[in-house]
């Protein structure tokens, strides 16, 4: 296989991937309605001196419908997106849509599970952002051009529905493929050898964490604080205001600490242990988790599906705590550089890390679940700590803070360096290995295609019969 076309092929299952994050994440890019075979067709507004151009059905898929309009709103959501649309022809974006249609009406067919009650806190997670982005639900419906309220909401949760069902039987598909050493090792075989990838430099790297230990008076205000919020409340204030004003969680300070979730919503265990315990109107006691104290306000039961407030609040860390933590990770330093121990023995016993320390405080590339990083991709904070240092030299202590805000001192080395070189079967496995695996994966989506256009009602209509499809759209 020429290399261009493979890593077009790449390329393109990259583009896929990413699309499976974009689909849940973007909620408009597709917006089309689902709307039966009697549309009434709408004319479009023009000014005068211009051609009228008739807005209607222009493609069926099973139950599914693409109007003349939907290509124009997808242009948009992109360009809307800072994506550029100047080699993206209509038939091609046409060729997208109805790539969109026959996953959403498959997954139908097959019973893919997605419920009304998941796709209504879809929406409410995206509305309430949008709401932050323009500041009034006025606003929002006013920007997706609708009359009312529940309009909009009806419109935009069949998007939803329909995006979800799509990026559900793509993750269907891809799924079910996997894929033998054998097969990997056949995949680079075939590779002419004057054509492999050439991978980056990349590199390895640990580290060891220590925490500075909190108080127990310093929590012990923290917990005497919610519990004065909590008498407050039971009292007749209000649990959204306290919220607003004090709960150190940014992700949901500004709506009064309110939060929708399920038993599968990816909440620490401890704040799910304690929402499902609670009755209906009821306000827990303070309770610890990674991120601090909480207190929960349970406002309703919705079958599986909880709406209930919080309020966080971080217990301080003390400048003499700060110190000992940073003598202590200066002396663990010591050893290390002394011979006394070795950083993968260190990070083992004495790292406060539980994620890396069973591993010889090596971490994992979250992106490839690897322990290599490439240097073009790697974090910026991560490659700033690391960028200068020579092999086996250690880092002076860091003071860091994680994304809950915690403040920690850590130390961190250079494992292994990798330089840029063309791909190595024993060295780049795991790499050739997702290579070949996507490169099935593509196979894999292209039978379906196939399978499903011939056995799927489809028509396309008018001007865009001519178009030449990458799909078998048309049945010729």
């Known amino acids: 296989m020429p290399l261009k076309s493979l890593r077009m092929k790449f390329m393109n299952m990259k583009n ?12 408009t890019i597709n917006a089309q309605e689902i709307i039966k075979d009697s549309v009434v067709v709408t004319e479009k507004k023009v000014t005068p001196g211009q051609r009228q151009k008739i807005d209607g059905v222009i493609a069926n898929v099973g139950e599914y419908i693409v109007l003349d309009s939907d290509i124009d ?58 709401v932050q982005q323009l500041g009034s639900m006025e606003k929002v419906v006013k920007y997706y051009k609708k009359d009312t309220e529940e309009e909009f909401r009806t419109y935009f949760f069949d998007i939803l529905k329909e995006n979800k069902l799509t990026s559900e039987m793509q993750k269907k598909i891809v799924d079910e493929v996997e894929i033998t050493p054998e097969e990997v090792r056949n995949f680079f075989k075939k590779l002419p ?48 205001t306290k919220a607003v004003l004090y709960s150190q969680d940014p992700g949901s300070r500004s709506s009064g600490g309110f939060y929708k979730m399920t038993r599968k919503t990816p909440f620490v265990k401890e704040f799910k242990d304690v929402a499902f315990s609670l009755e209906q109107g009821e306000i827990s006691a ?5 991120y601090g104290f909480h207190i929960i306000y349970l406002e309703k039961i919705k079958g599986q599906e909880l709406e209930l407030r919080h309020i966080l609040l971080t217990p301080a860390v003390t400048k003499e705590s700060l110190e000992e933590a940073k003598e202590k990770i200066t002396l663990i330093r010591k050893r290390i550089m002394d011979k006394e121990i070795t950083f993968a023995e260190a990070a ?3 790292s406060d890390q539980k994620e890396t320390r069973a591993n010889g405080g090596v971490l994992i590339n979250p992106n490839t679940q690897d322990t290599r990083f490439e240097l073009t991709k790697m974090d910026p904070t991560l490659y700033s700590q690391v960028s200068g240092l020579k092999d086996n030299e250690i880092s002076a202590p860091i003071l860091d803070e994680t994304q809950s805000g915690k403040k920690q001192y850590k130390i961190i080395t250079v494992t292994n360096r990798i330089n840029e070189h063309t791909a190595d079967y024993a060295q780049d496995y795991v790499k050739i290995k997702d290579l070949a695996l996507k490169e099935k994966q593509i196979k894999a989506i292209g039978k379906w295609f196939d399978e499903k256009i011939k056995e799927t009602y489809i028509k396309i209509i008018g001007e865009y019969r001519d178009c030449n499809f990458t799909n078998n759209w048309l049945k010729k």
């Open 73 to 130: 709103k997808a242009y948009l959501e992109i360009s809307s997106q800072g994506g550029s649309i100047k080699d993206i022809s209509r038939c091609q974006m046409l060729g997208k849509l109805l790539e969109d249609k026959l996953y959403a009406h498959q997954a139908i067919q097959d019973s893919v599970k997605v419920t009304d009650a998941e796709i209504k806190s879809m929406m409410d997670e995206r509305l309430n952002y949008m």
């Open 16 to 27: 896929l991937f990413l699309f499976f994050v974009v689909v849940l994440l973007n909620t």
């Open 286 to 290: 303070p309770f610890e988790t990674e």
């Open 193 to 240: 050898k004057d054509e492999l990838p050439v991978f980056g430099a990349e590199m390895e790297v640990a580290q060891i964490v220590v925490e500075p230990k909190i108080t127990q008076a310093e929590k012990q205000k923290v917990i005497d604080r919610l519990n004065g919020f909590k008498k407050d409340i039971q009292e007749g204030s209000s649990f959204a």
């Open 348 to 350: 083992r016993t004495t």
